[in-house]
């Protein structure tokens, strides 16, 4: 089999030979291979080999995905986490996505159609699928779950909207509608239902923009709680001040939002693998199938995200790949994103300032930066906002160009919050 250099320009530029679908193995990357067809499209791919049950050894081919959408960084994570797995843990994932994929059963409640998209739809393909299955328990299901996918009319849905605009808000009831909409658009293309009974059903009640940021006072209070939780190490706290101590991992991944302005989803599913703190310029690498905009980014590390970063990993499980796992030791699983927002919503009454959230403290830092007189596309790229404005070259091929930028933006703001919350500066 032929192999190409691990080089982002010549796979870009491979073809097959003569003229035909050429697989080529991946230079260092054990099983990675991409395959080339005769048009030129790329796909890629983890070649290994099990047992089969009369000894004999069967050659797999596990799908990674287009190599224009799947950068070889990304590729490569996922080629080391499937041989990991076929070799450490005796597994098989090609056989388990297979079996994932194949319907099982008839598909009669709604139920059913649910587990259905989510298996063969939002598990492989959506950043958000946790979070929606868990709209999905608290809403859908509730209401819809055990019912006929041919009972269920477009006045049901519309009744749906109208509870949740009273009871949870113009904001959720949107959000369920989409995500009802989501599902019966899927089951429509697949051919398993005739029509979507919700298609076009208007949205009510306005969604306000959401402007929240912490002041000056609230960024204090917001530390300031974090720090008596940490030394409290669960003993008694004085009247006044907050009732609840925060787990480790909680605390650390709160913090690590206000520091770097993140999202709450990227940073609490952050792998120990993306991390390079060793370095003299400590980064977190964000792969693209994790971020919002589907872009891979660097966040570079100031000392302060580092020292949050390194309390985490002293915390966690050793044994899990993730920074914050979930707090079930049979699962090698992030905490949820939702964790944060329950925790942050609580943070707040209790310290007496008006709910916020975890997107509430990035948006603080977003303001921040531009009060500090960071330009607007350096604030950007620190945010990892969709960049509609720059072209290819920066978009795919300029990965490092503004790390120097982006750092430089991020050491200000950590001199600022120590200046806001109290802290010394560092020693030169």
Same mark, same amino acid.
């Given at each position: 089999? *032929?192999? +190409?250099?691990?080089?982002?320009?010549?796979?870009?530029?491979?073809?097959?030979?003569?003229?035909?679908?050429?697989?080529?193995?991946?230079?260092?990357?054990?099983?990675?291979?991409?395959?080339?067809?005769?048009?030129?499209?790329?796909?890629?791919?983890?070649?290994?080999?099990?047992?089969?049950?009369?000894?004999?050894?069967?050659?797999?081919?596990?799908?990674?995905?287009?190599?224009?959408?799947?950068?070889?960084?990304?590729?490569?994570?996922?080629?080391?986490?499937?041989?990991?797995?076929?070799?450490?843990?005796?597994?098989?994932?090609? %056989?388990?996505?297979?079996?994932?994929?194949?319907?099982?059963?008839?598909?009669?409640?709604?139920?059913?159609?649910?587990?259905?998209?989510?298996?063969?739809?939002?598990? *492989?393909? +959506?950043?958000?699928? *946790?979070?929606?299955?868990?709209?999905? @328990?608290?809403?859908?299901?509730?209401?819809?779950?055990?019912?006929?996918?041919?009972?269920?009319?477009?006045?049901?849905?519309?009744?749906?909207?109208?509870?949740?605009?009273?009871?949870?808000?113009?904001?959720?009831? @949107?959000?369920?509608?989409?995500?009802?909409?989501?599902?019966? @658009?899927?089951?429509?293309?697949?051919?398993?239902?005739?029509?979507?009974?919700?298609?076009?059903?208007?949205?009510?009640?306005?969604?306000?923009?959401?402007?929240?940021?912490?002041?000056?006072?609230?960024?204090?209070?917001?530390?300031?709680? +974090?720090?008596?939780?940490?030394?409290?190490?669960?003993?008694?706290?004085?009247?006044?001040?907050?009732?609840?101590?925060?787990? *480790?991992?909680?605390?650390?991944?709160?913090?690590?939002?206000?520091?770097?302005?993140?999202?709450?989803?990227?940073?609490? %599913?952050?792998?120990?693998?993306?991390?390079?703190?060793?370095?003299?310029?400590?980064?977190?690498?964000?792969?693209?199938?994790?971020?919002?905009?589907?872009?891979?980014?660097?966040?570079?590390?100031?000392?302060?995200?580092?020292?949050?970063?390194?309390?985490?990993?002293?915390?966690?499980?050793?044994?899990?790949?993730?920074?914050?796992?979930?707090?079930?030791?049979?699962?090698?699983?992030?905490?949820?994103?939702?964790?944060?927002?329950?925790?942050?919503?609580?943070?707040?009454?209790?310290?007496?300032?008006?709910?916020?959230?975890?997107?509430?403290?990035?948006?603080?830092?977003?303001?921040?930066?531009?009060?500090?007189?960071?330009?607007?596309?350096?604030?950007?790229?620190?945010?990892?906002?969709?960049?509609?404005?720059?072209?290819?070259?920066?978009?795919?091929?300029?990965?490092?160009?503004?790390?120097?930028?982006?750092?430089?933006?991020?050491?200000?703001?950590?001199?600022?919050?120590?200046?806001?919350?109290?802290?010394?500066?560092?020693?030169?």
């Amino acid at each position: 089999m *032929p192999v +190409l250099a691990r080089n982002h320009r010549q796979i870009s530029a491979s073809r097959g030979v003569s003229g035909q679908r050429t697989t080529y193995m991946i230079e260092g990357v054990k099983g990675l291979v991409i395959l080339v067809g005769k048009t030129g499209k790329r796909v890629w791919y983890v070649r290994y080999q099990v047992v089969a049950a009369d000894g004999s050894r069967v050659f797999r081919r596990y799908r990674i995905g287009d190599a224009d959408t799947i950068s070889l960084i990304d590729a490569t994570e996922v080629a080391r986490k499937v041989i990991g797995q076929v070799e450490l843990e005796k597994r098989d994932p090609f %056989a388990e996505v297979k079996g994932k994929s194949r319907p099982t059963g008839k598909i009669v409640t709604f139920d059913d159609l649910f587990q259905a998209w989510y298996r063969r739809h939002a598990e *492989p393909h +959506l950043v958000k699928a *946790p979070a929606e299955r868990l709209k999905y @328990n608290n809403h859908l299901k509730p209401s819809f779950g055990s019912r006929a996918i041919k009972d269920i009319k477009r006045v049901d849905v519309g009744e749906l909207r109208d509870r949740l605009v009273t009871s949870s808000g113009p904001v959720s009831s @949107n959000n369920i509608v989409t995500l009802f909409n989501r599902i019966m @658009n899927w089951a429509v293309d697949e051919g398993l239902i005739e029509f979507n009974p919700a298609h076009r059903l208007r949205k009510v009640g306005d969604e306000r923009p959401r402007e929240r940021v912490l002041s000056e006072s609230e960024i204090l209070a917001f530390w300031q709680a +974090l720090d008596r939780m940490e030394h409290s190490d669960g003993a008694h706290i004085k009247r006044g001040e907050t009732g609840r101590v925060l787990s *480790p991992a909680t605390r650390c991944a709160l913090r690590l939002i206000l520091l770097t302005g993140q999202r709450r989803q990227e940073v609490s %599913a952050i792998a120990k693998s993306e991390l390079d703190l060793d370095s003299k310029a400590p980064v977190w690498t964000l792969p693209s199938r994790r971020a919002k905009n589907r872009l891979l980014h660097r966040i570079p590390l100031t000392p302060m995200a580092v020292a949050e970063i390194r309390k985490a990993l002293a915390a966690a499980n050793p044994k899990s790949s993730y920074l914050f796992p979930t707090p079930d030791a049979d699962k090698d699983a992030p905490i949820l994103p939702f964790a944060l927002t329950t925790a942050m919503g609580r943070l707040s009454v209790e310290i007496g300032i008006p709910r916020a959230g975890p997107h509430d403290l990035r948006r603080t830092v977003g303001t921040e930066l531009a009060r500090l007189g960071l330009p607007t596309h350096v604030r950007a790229l620190v945010l990892n906002h969709s960049p509609e404005s720059r072209g290819v070259t920066d978009v795919v091929y300029n990965r490092y160009a503004y790390d120097n930028e982006k750092r430089d933006a991020l050491e200000k703001w950590e001199a600022r919050l120590r200046q806001l919350v109290g802290l010394a500066s560092p020693s030169p």
